[in-house]
Every structure is written in structure tokens, then in C-alpha cells.
């Protein structure tokens, strides 16, 4: 399991909006964004499923996911790999309604939490 630094965890709370690649049971990606990520730990990240259909259905069928985040600008990002698990009772689900309440959003569906395996410097200046 790879672990979350100090500067990964930063450059995540600035960069407001991210990307979520899934794929379903035969393969078919899928790509979505996603703006309430947030980190749970050194290992774990979490983000509200309110408006994600196709991103939860994928999810059921396979658990791997891809999260993007990506400063275009500084042309710099991080790739998360991992394996999501959908929430929806619990701690985490109840502190991620009420963030999202806050935002006058729908109820999420589920928090979808992440356990990251793999992390992936990103260079966008090629």
C-alpha cells in the first residue's frame, strides 16, 4: 500500500476539482469528475457519490479505481490507484452528508472510500 506524503497531501487540498476513472466488469472506462475529494489518512482518500451513476455502477462491478489530480497551470499531479469501497452508514458516510449539506447539494448515495496501492507522479510539461 503506498502512503501519502505531506506535499501530496497539500497539493490535493488546493486543487478544487479532480478526475475518477473506473471500469465496469468488461472493461469500458469511464471518467468523471469529482469535487469533494478529501483525505481520510495516510492511505485513504474519500469522495461524495451525489451525481455519479456510472461511476457507482462501475464501482459494484470492479473496484479499481484511478483519481487524477492535476494542476494544469504548474503542469504537475499525482495519480491514486486503487480500490474503492462504497458507504453508505457509518461514520465517514454521516461526516460526508453533512459537508455536502453545507454545499446545498443532494444527499450523497455513498462516500466512496479509497485505499491507495499505488502512487504515480504526473509531468505535464513533457
Do not use: W
Request: charged share 25%.
Amino acid at each position: 500500500m503506498a502512503k501519502l506524503t505531506d506535499e501530496m497531501k497539500e497539493f490535493i487540498q488546493k486543487v478544487k476539482l479532480c478526475v475518477a476513472a473506473t471500469a465496469d466488469a468488461n472493461g469500458i472506462p469511464n471518467v468523471s469528475y469529482k469535487g469533494s475529494l478529501q483525505i481520510l489518512d495516510d492511505e485513504h482518500l474519500v469522495f461524495a457519490d451525489i451525481f455519479s451513476k456510472k461511476t457507482r455502477k462501475n464501482l459494484k462491478e470492479n473496484n479499481k479505481i484511478c483519481i487524477l489530480v492535476g494542476d494544469h497551470k504548474n503542469k504537475v499531479g499525482y495519480q491514486f490507484v486503487g480500490e474503492a469501497e462504497l458507504l453508505d452508514q457509518g461514520e465517514l458516510f454521516d461526516g460526508m452528508c453533512q459537508k455536502i449539506a453545507t454545499l446545498n447539494l443532494p444527499k450523497p448515495t455513498y462516500a466512496v472510500k479509497i485505499k491507495v496501492n499505488d502512487i504515480y507522479p504526473m509531468d505535464f510539461s513533457l
